[in-house]
């Protein structure tokens, strides 16, 4: 069990410009989580997958935020034209889904920081 | 109504004390809940997780639930300078995305 591994661990960027963001989950967890933190709130739920599908998106988010996990092991989050509120710890998890059970916790990795200028 | 809620703090106590820290959430079909800490600028990590009413304790932490009330806790017994962090509460609903609240901060004054 190497962890949940994220990178880069810090992007600076400047406004306008797309980035991208890659997750490695514990390999034998199915649940891949794409949180967005900002200083003094807790992580904001973005998108999660289950293997490759893609089963909810937040609401809240701009179309300019996409995600993929095209073979149901790594994710990508990419986030085009960024803008300067796009500013945020980006934090992914992963998790065991274990249904008989209910223990669903999430692990995560260390979050990559995103600077937009 | 948020989905889950924390009083944000900071709470502080006294080294050796007993910290309580409260979240409500909002979906009564919620299934699992889970206790996160958090250092400052670190990620979460996993303190605790309760699925049925009652209490559970590992080691100096309690989670305690209540799921008609729509109320769950987290004690800290024996309060050390170290457990100073950022005590998130999160709740998932059915087996669908994990909701967190805004968090707790709490100073444990030596």
């Known amino acids: 069990d190497t962890g949940v591994s994220q990178d880069p661990r810090h992007k600076i960027t400047k406004r306008g410009q797309n980035v991208t963001f890659r997750c490695d989950p514990i390999?034998?967890?199915?649940?891949l989580y794409w949180y967005r933190q900002t200083l003094g709130q807790g992580p904001e739920f973005l998108t999660y997958f289950q293997n490759e599908a893609q089963l909810e998106k937040s609401r809240l988010l701009s179309d300019r935020f996409s995600a993929e996990r095209p073979k149901g092991s790594f994710s990508t989050l990419e986030i085009q034209r960024t803008e300067q509120g796009d500013s945020a710890m980006y934090l992914c998890a992963s998790s065991p889904l274990r249904e008989a059970t209910g223990s669903s916790p999430l692990h995560f990795g260390n979050g990559t920081r995103l600077t937009v200028t | 109504q948020k989905e889950v809620e924390q009083n944000s703090g900071p709470l502080s106590v006294p080294e050796g004390a007993i910290a309580s820290l409260n979240c409500t959430y909002s979906?009564?079909?919620?299934?699992?809940f889970f206790w996160y800490r958090q250092y400052s600028g670190k990620s979460p990590e996993l303190i605790m997780s309760?699925?049925?009413?009652g209490d559970k304790e590992d080691g100096r932490f309690t989670a305690q639930l209540n799921k008609a009330s729509q109320y769950v806790s987290l004690l800290i017994r024996d309060s050390q300078p170290s457990d100073s962090a950022t005590y998130l509460c999160a709740v998932m609903v059915g087996y669908q995305k994990v909701t967190f609240g805004t968090g707790t901060k709490l100073q444990v004054i030596p």
């Open positions: 979906d009564r079909v919620s299934q699992s």
């Open positions: 390999s034998e967890h199915n649940r």
């Open positions: 309760i699925y049925s009413n």
